[in-house]
């Protein structure tokens, strides 16, 4: 059963903050194990990551066949149902229209002291996208990472993914494909992130990864962090569905089951005014676990699932900033007026009529969002995520004249004379 | 000796290869030492604090006396001679003033098929900086944190440093002052990133940590990074100065002594087509280093540092972004036209009358800036980075119509029927 909470409860506040600071990751330690295959992948390369993906994924590999060819991304095609190739790009004509509007502007500008400043974006020459294999293998992964990539300029695109016993999604091949993905490995865990940071014989080292993955894959991020760059650490996902009494059940208790279908270890929240309402929601997520059959969702739902009632919406702005949800789905009247009472939230769904599915496939923002409170300080992927940002300076002589004594004052003041000659040779 | 290296001999791929990859970060372990004073302080709070301020700073304190007193800050401004509040003052405005023009924008627009989606920035609420105690105590640091938090709109920004002996630079308090700093703990080290972490009974926590600090503050930032966020992973400092013949060689070794005097393990590069100036700018440096009596540049210079000729500034490109380097001096003819070439620089110091010092102290831009090859896929701080970007979505009924069914059938397809779910019961 998820949680009741209720904030006419006298023991509200203390509830909700046990509540809020309950950990849902667990500290699975395999930082000795990745540490090892890192290592062996940085030593042997390609023989390296040909040993561990025969082990971890029990299929043959050699150097020559770590790569998909042309004629198995082309084939992918065929083995994908014809509406799906529509969906798929359809998709993919969306989320790269919205990312296109994230491209950074540069700024150049003299300023009154006759000194030129400002910046310049760029892209990063070479990126990694890892995309998980098995059951959770999406094509939406591959589109939500590849595309503001490509969008961004990135001039190598490489994506990695496992395929255990041979056996690939081929929407992930075809929406690779569809991004504009330049090289596809078959190769997963800890050694594809080591692959990409490092080189192998066969693939080129990237300057960055980005991309979900599981413990093995988040710890080799962790690891090599600083060697390359990361896009995020990322925990299990969450929903926080604020509902008013005209929304409706049957659609808010698909909305908390979509979370909870992810991850046993997924969070969905509903928090509403109305007691009826809550009442009615539980009722239709039970109704809907019992005609989908579906486990993980059952215990996601039991195990961290929460109803919060309020006695007023106005209670709800900072519960809501408090749990700083990746996902936030406004079910009432006037979502915008909550909206703007609320500072922290990965990504919000506005209304009755837009579910968070629409986000995560088709709607345009990007679904690789902050989990676990960390929207609190950090946004979800987008283009400047594969830019990097160069600044400048340019002094004329008066420029120089002008600024320069107090920089050199400054650089006395710190014991750093060599800053203040560098200075004061030039103003001579 | 600093090392040699032309273009012109034929081994020259190879020992340019062999320096880009020379790592100068030391791995000291200090994880185990780390993550018992995060444990403690998480555990003890103000308790801990103050038991390992003692301990590590050699000076006594209270729970009571960890906050530095609005009379204590006042106070500050009178133990610093007059001209050196100009000369923060120019540097905190003109910090500001460049940090302004980085406010990103928000989106918000309806799309062809009646589908809202934008995003929205807003400021993370509490940020901490950490400023480091002793020598490397600078007021620089303290304004090129605070302001660009506080002109992000940061409500509460927190400041820590050591005070080793009770000892602290009245300037690294009244830049704080200058910059609008809320609170000023004498704090340093792990304890004071795990105390603005999980708080204490002093200290309220923060939602994310940036400043530069020993291999300790830096552990304690990586190990508890996605509790709270964090700027970055900072190495080493470094300079690559690219020189023409008629650049000047004193200023030149000025420029390349004052990346070495910040550190022993910092890095100054000399890279020029005229053999002659190469000369003459190691004569300089070794002049100018006997004149200054400098350790530690000295030891840097010798250790790390280089000299670069080729044969023609065309070879310059792939090397300079081979390098990525944090500081990119270009002390040529037309520095513009070299800046188009290139990729990867953390922030470049354009032409014969720039010096990177001006950069450090008073030009405008940042000076917290990616090391160790980092430009490749990150930037240096900016006000971004002390905000988040929040997406959303907003469907009308006519826009889940047009694209909900794609979205449903990527959904089923990605055997996630609960999300499907969501979608179709709102189309029937």
């Known amino acids: 059963m998820p949680i009741e909470l209720s904030t006419a409860d006298a023991d509200f506040a203390g509830r909700f903050a046990d509540f809020v600071d309950a950990g849902r990751e667990t500290a699975t330690d395999v930082s000795a194990v990745v540490a090892g295959i890192v290592a062996d992948v940085r030593a042997r390369g390609d023989a390296a990551v040909v040993d561990l993906t025969r082990r971890f994924d029990r299929m043959e590999v050699t150097a020559q066949t770590l790569r ?19 969906a798929l790009e359809l998709a993919a004509d969306r989320i790269r229209a919205f990312h296109a509007g994230q491209l950074p502007a540069d700024h150049d500008a003299v300023d009154a002291q006759g000194i030129r400043a400002g910046w310049r974006w760029s892209a990063i020459d070479d990126v990694g996208i890892y995309v998980p294999g098995g059951l959770a293998s999406y094509p939406s992964t591959v589109l939500m990472n590849a595309i503001p990539a490509k969008v961004a300029g990135v001039r190598r695109l490489v994506m990695t993914t496992p395929t255990p016993g041979g056996t690939v999604n081929p929407l992930v091949l075809y929406a690779a494909h569809l991004a504009g993905v330049d090289e596809i490995y078959r190769v997963g865990g800890a050694q594809a992130i080591a692959a990409l940071t490092f ?11 980005t991309g979900p993955g599981n413990a093995y894959v988040a710890e080799a991020k962790r690891q090599l962090y600083g060697r390359v760059g990361i896009d995020m650490v990322a925990g299990p996902s969450e929903i926080l569905v604020v509902a008013d009494s ?9 909305d908390l089951l979509s979370q909870a279908e992810h991850d046993r270890v997924a969070q969905a929240i509903l928090m509403t005014d109305d007691t009826d309402l809550a009442r009615r929601t539980a009722q239709a ?51 915008q007026a909550m909206f703007a009472r609320i500072r922290h939230a990965g990504s919000v769904f506005m209304g009755y009529r837009t579910p968070e599915a ?35 300076l ?29 200075v004061t040779r030039r103003l001579g």
């Open 68 to 86: 998909f060819t042309g004629a198995e991304i082309a084939a992918a095609k065929d083995r994908i149902e014809p509406d799906l190739h529509a």
């Open 199 to 209: 080189g192998t014989g066969t693939i080129a080292p990237v300057d960055k990864i």
């Open 246 to 254: 005209a929304a409706n059940p049957d659609w808010l208790a698909a």
């Open 285 to 335: 997520v039970d109704a809907t676990l019992d005609a989908l059959g579906a486990d993980v969702a059952r215990e996601s739902w039991a195990r961290f699932g929460a109803i919060i009632t309020v006695r007023s919406l106005d209670e709800a702005p900072p519960l809501i900033d408090a749990l700083a949800p990746e996902h936030l789905a406004l079910s009432i009247a006037d979502p």
């Open 358 to 392: 629409i986000g995560d496939y088709i709607g345009g923002p990007n679904h690789t969002l902050p989990t676990g409170r960390r929207a609190r300080f950090s946004s979800g992927l987008s283009v400047a995520d594969f830019m990097k940002r160069t600044t400048f």
């Open 394 to 422: 340019d002094c004329s002589a008066e420029g120089l004249a002008a600024v320069g004594p107090a920089a050199a004052r400054l650089a006395e003041a710190e014991g750093l004379p060599a800053h203040a000659l560098s």
